[in-house]
């Protein structure tokens, strides 16, 4: 299978390129850890309907817990958060996104493969058509977006029963239905 790390890598392409399309300060991201990891999330999400397979969620971004800042693909943010280097060409951090390297963009397409290159693709604009401006939002407004689903209130409030902080959410629980 395609590396994880290549195909986040690519929906950080992605936003980051629709984000350029509708920011007038293009120079400069907001793309922190947070509001990447909620981006992701919406990405990954946004075509999952019950009875109905999602590449992204079932193959690719399976690791989804419940935390304090909403859904947070677990193995992404270790990665982010620990192993960095694991990450080609960004670099992100507590504030921004950063490019690495040049990204070719059939470099890119050709490291990741159709099938989750088109996954990606699709999701994108499926978000972009129920909120154009998703990525201008600032981490914490992703962050209370995410709340707003019961993949994440219902997960949280049993992890909080226990004393916890996270909780696993089951794949078949995230659904694009708040």
């Known amino acids: ?9 690519y929906v ?19 793309f922190s850890i947070l509001k990447c990891l909620k981006l992701l ?11 109905n397979k999602s590449i992204l969620l079932e193959e690719v971004f399976s690791n989804f817990v419940a935390m304090p800042y909403g859904h947070v693909e677990s193995e992404i943010y270790r990665a982010l958060i620990t192993s960095p280097e694991l990450f080609k060409y960004y670099l992100i951090d507590n504030r921004q996104t950063i490019e690495k390297n040049v990204i070719k963009t059939q470099q890119l397409n050709s490291e990741i493969g159709k099938i ?21 939002l600032s981490a914490f ?13 219902f997960n949280f409030t049993q992890a909080k029963k226990v004393g916890n902080m996270s909780k696993e959410i089951p794949i078949e629980a995230v659904s694009s239905a708040t």
Not at 12 to 30: C, G, M
Request: proline share 1%; glycine share 2%; net charge positive.
């Open 41 to 51: 999330f919406f990405v990954t999400a946004v075509n999952t309907k019950p009875n």
């Open 12 to 30: 950080i392409y992605k936003l980051l390129e629709w984000h350029r399309e509708v920011s007038v300060n293009t120079q400069r991201n907001d």
């Open 116 to 136: 989750y290159k088109d996954a990606v693709d699709s999701s994108i604009e499926l978000l972009k058509g129920k909120n154009k401006d998703l990525v201008r």
């Open 1 to 9: 299978m395609t590396s994880k790390y290549l195909i986040f890598e």
């Open 141 to 153: 407004d992703l962050v209370n977006l995410s709340h707003l689903w019961y993949s994440w209130k």
